[in-house]
């Protein structure tokens, strides 16, 4: 076997090496396959950067060997030698993980520049102030990236030379005030460091590679992956690349750009660009670029050639494309192309109008949208209503549409902790940066003032389905004093704003919304995913509105209605502290006679908007000191109300208090001690569901289930209890009526033991959220204390109660549906937890032969496209 290769040229890899290359140096060494004009050079893998982590974040000598081994390549191919004082190379330095992680992680501009190569290029180019800008650049970046200074601090020093100046933009300074940045610059390295700033270009090199593989672990990256489920082991290649530059005067500049609308979907080109600039003025918002159509007037051959290039990546890669390019003196560059990140209406949009075009298959172009993106479409809009009497305050770009309302945020660790809160916040920047994913996350929605569409908060925004109005030029803003001023009116930290994220208005006020429908390109699409999967997906629904919003929503049925949510109804609650009170059966009796009604109403309300689909309806599961109250003061109020002394009551909620309500007095438990509450609850049950059958005609099978079970004996103790009550309401009402009694799997014991349970259930539904508790040992209440710990050491990528632990908790699921299937060969199993929600779950779900999976109503478009994503992959 040959040394293992870690450093690859751009002409040695393709698209189908991006595990290796990252998807970034997959993608250049596809396009310079393609003749497309790429500035040539090579990446350094994805395996280097695990290297570099299983070293003790060290790089070992033959990667630095293997790497100035392909830059003598570079140089033999560019003509120019790094560090040369006749021909001098400079290079980017940037980082292409296998997943998209735009802006998550770090690039370092114009590397190999020093103060003899600077003197060079700016004779070379007959360009000093061009020199020099490229050199303040660098210094800022390598200062940044690689050695931690704050950015702010470089800056700081910009913006003070603008004053001096009276300059407006960084393009009004002369080569003068730029050489005089670079001596301030270096000043700040080296009272920062305490060392000058660094010569040698290659130690500049390999500092930056390091540098690069080090971001890969910046918190930012760490939420950003968590947020996306990419995992930690896949590590980041980097692209060392030789430079062109579109700052060199008025015939260079650089732009990003799209082969389709990434906000509304719209088959056209989208493109921004900025003249004399490099890519990241473009991105940081610091100047509004000009749109590409403005192009074809100023250079109309290039333009010609960029939208053939467009056409010819979108076609190759069979889907919307987002790139970056540069035009140095008059001839176009590309610097990358990956699949383009886009707002869920503009992916539905795409995903039809692709087969449309026959571009793609149904199959394949049900991958083209994210699960989770759904998200933002189900969520509410601006009432039309309120907006034909509501004025605009200010205008900016629709950059991710929705809509938001909260009160104003300036800093995004504010809007983290006052969303923590329950506050609902809109985060109000000049321009976003990656460490501002956090606050990004928690606020409704996004309203910078500089900044394109193709802005970091834009780009950011989109892939989160987060509502986002950038590049807002009427608003000022002082961070400091956290005010925001616009048409005189000066607005604080505690007023309302509401942004439009699909038309870019702003609103001075609070304004209401509406729910959202299902129609056009999302109505197609989801059809396609129904026709495809064959993992159905049913809803938690406790109440009539949200099984009624769910049937809405494409649910096929209910796989959890949590009785107990209808118990704390002001009109009941008093009947079930009765229950509570009791002090034998017969009084216990007596207040479930109260309740019986009640519930039998719920259950009729729940048939009849489910009609035709399957109810499961889990039987009554909390501990009952939850229904009382522990206030002393309520206490008194509720002796009075029950007719009894505050010492009994007193007694009764001390005698019901546990140390461990989680695994307590609940469940399955509280039918062993209390059967009557079974009968009741099944009494129930039964008798809606002969109620809708007569009136309405719909052939309901109730679905009993057992919650909390871990042995066979108590299953067949409270089933027994059902079963003789429901044959005798039948019998008596002559009803021929089929009904099922299963159990709720969320005891780790029960999964052991399923084949011995499943002689009695009819049916399974996994209950993750405690089985994940009690698999793991924690309480899902308590872990958010000590997860963020867990997240920054390493130990979880992500949250076991967001995404389920498919090595621990999964193989309890496995197991217990194997056993249940060996037991009962027709077993129907599902999963009720949050966890039949999440992508990665259904997907494991189908892979495991479940029946299906249940979420909560608004999740059930997100459940029908991943089964349907996960039915594609497993044929392939």
Same mark, same amino acid.
């Not at 918002?285 to 051959?301: A, H």
């Not at 010819?312 to 560059?333: A, C, P, S, V």
């Not at 956090?438 to 606020?443: H, N, R």
């Given at each position: ?7 690859y ?21 596809? @396009? ?14 994805t ?32 003509g ?62 390598f ?15 910009l ?8 300059a ?28 000058e ?13 390091k540098?690069?593989?080090?971001s ?28 062109v ?39 940081a ?42 035009i ?15 707002t ?28 989770k ?100 030029g ?23 704003i ?24 999302f ?6 995913a ?18 009624k ?24 609650? @008093? ?19 109260k ?22 309806i ?29 010492d ?9 208090h ?28 039964i ?52 009904y099922?009694?299963?159990?709720m ?132």
């Amino acid at each position: 076997m040959g040394k293992k290769k870690y450093v690859y040229l751009f002409n040695e890899g393709e698209a189908s090496m991006k595990n290796l290359l990252g998807g970034k140096g997959a993608n250049l060494a596809e @396009m310079t396959n393609l003749g497309i004009p790429v500035p040539k050079g090579f990446t350094v893998t994805t395996e280097a950067c695990n290297k570099y982590y299983e070293d003790g974040e060290k790089i070992s000598q033959e990667i630095i060997e293997e790497i100035y081994e392909k830059l003598e390549v570079l140089e033999k191919e560019t003509g120019k030698g790094f560090g040369s004082l006749d021909n001098p190379l400079l290079v980017s330095v940037r980082s292409g993980a296998r997943a998209s992680m735009p802006g998550m992680m770090d690039t370092i501009l114009n590397l190999g520049l020093n103060e003899n190569t600077v003197k060079v290029m700016a004779e070379k180019t007959n360009n000093p102030r061009f020199a020099y800008d490229s050199f303040r650049r660098f210094i800022q970046m390598f200062s940044d990236v690689v050695m931690g200074i704050e950015k702010r601090n470089f800056e700081d020093l910009l913006d003070k030379m603008k004053e001096k100046k009276g300059a407006k933009f960084d393009t009004d300074l002369n080569s003068e005030d730029l050489k005089e940045l670079v001596r301030q610059f270096k000043e700040l390295y080296r009272k920062e460091m305490g060392n000058e700033f660094p010569e040698d270009p290659k130690s500049q090199l390999i500092e930056s590679v390091k540098a690069v593989f080090r971001s890969w672990n910046n918190p930012r990256a760490i939420v950003y992956r968590r947020l996306n489920d990419i995992p930690g082991e896949w590590g980041t290649a980097v692209n060392v690349q030789e430079m062109v530059f579109g700052n060199k005067g008025n015939t260079s500049g650089t732009g990003v750009a799209f082969s389709r609308n990434p906000s509304t979907g719209e088959k056209k080109i989208f493109a921004e660009y900025l003249m004399n600039a490099q890519g990241e003025d473009v991105v940081a918002g610091i100047r509004t670029p000009e749109p590409i159509e403005k192009l074809n007037q100023d250079m109309p051959s290039i333009y010609e050639q960029f939208m053939g290039i467009v056409n010819t990546l979108e076609n190759h890669y069979r889907d919307m494309q987002d790139m970056e390019f540069t035009i140095e003196e008059g001839k176009l560059y590309f610097l990358q192309t990956r699949n383009g990140k886009r707002t869920a209406q503009a992916a539905l949009k795409i995903a039809v109008d692709l087969v449309e075009e026959k571009m793609l298959s149904k199959e394949e172009a049900v991958l083209k949208v994210e699960p989770k993106q759904l998200d933002s479409l189900l969520h509410p809009a601006f009432d039309e209503r309120v907006l034909k009497v509501s004025n605009p305050i200010a205008k900016g770009l629709p950059a991710s549409p929705g809509a938001a309302c909260g009160k104003i945020s300036f800093t995004a660790e504010e809007a983290k902790q006052r969303a923590e809160k329950g506050e609902k916040v809109v985060l109000v920047r000049l321009e976003t940066s990656p460490e501002d994913i956090e606050g990004m996350i928690a606020a409704e929605g996004i309203l910078t003032v500089r900044g394109g569409m193709t802005s970091h908060a834009a780009v950011v925004a989109r892939g989160m389905g987060t509502c986002c109005v950038a590049g807002c030029g009427e608003l000022r803003v002082n961070e400091e004093k956290k005010t925001l001023e616009v048409g005189g009116k000066v607005y604080t930290s505690e007023d309302y704003i509401s942004i439009d994220g699909s038309t870019g208005s702003v609103y001075g006020s609070s304004i209401g919304t509406v729910e959202p429908k299902i129609s056009g390109h999302f109505e197609i699409f989801m059809k396609w995913a129904d026709e495809i999967r064959s993992l159905k997906v049913r809803t938690n629904a406790d109440t009539p509105r949200d099984a009624k919003q769910a049937v809405e929503f494409g649910a096929e049925g209910i796989g959890l209605c949590r009785t107990e949510h209808m118990f704390f109804a002001e009109d009941r609650i @008093m009947a079930v502290r009765e229950m509570i009170v009791s002090k034998n059966e017969e009084q216990r009796r007596k207040a479930l006679e109260k309740i019986l009604p009640m519930q039998r109403e719920d259950f009729v309300g729940i048939y009849e908007a489910m009609e035709f689909r399957p109810c499961t309806i889990r039987l009554l599961d909390p501990p009952l000191h939850e229904f009382l109250p522990h206030d002393e003061e309520d206490i008194k109020e509720l002796a009075k109300e029950l007719d009894i002394t505050f010492d009994d009551l007193k007694s009764t909620i001390d005698s019901l208090h546990e140390f461990n309500p989680m695994m307590g007095h609940r469940g399955c438990r509280l039918a062993v001690s209390y059967p009557e509450i079974a009968e009741m609850q099944t009494r129930a049950i039964i008798e809606a569901a002969c109620k809708v059958k007569e009136e309405k005609g719909y052939d309901i099978v109730p679905e009993i289930m057992i919650p909390l079970v871990g042995e066979l004996k108590e299953l067949k103790f409270v089933k027994d209890i059902v079963v003789k009550t429901a044959d005798s309401i039948l019998k008596e009402k002559n009803i021929d009526m089929k009904y099922m009694v299963g159990t709720m799997i969320e005891v780790p014991r029960a999964a052991v033991t399923a084949d011995e349970i499943a002689k009695e259930a009819e049916f399974f539904s996994f209950g993750t959220n405690d089985l994940t508790q009690m698999t793991f040992g924690f309480s899902r209440d308590d872990a958010g204390k000590f997860l963020n710990d867990y997240y920054s050491r390493k130990i979880y990528e992500s949250d076991p109660f967001a995404r389920l632990d498919q090595t621990g908790v999964g193989a309890l699921v496995k197991m217990a549906a194997e056993k249940g299937r060996a037991t009962r060969k027709g077993i129907k199993l599902g999963i009720c937890g949050e966890h039949g929600g999440d992508p990665s779950s259904v997907e494991f779900c189908h892979d495991i032969g479940l029946n299906y999976v249940s979420c909560s109503p608004f999740r059930v478009p997100l459940a029908r496209l991943a089964a349907a994503q996960a039915q594609v992959k497993n044929k392939r």
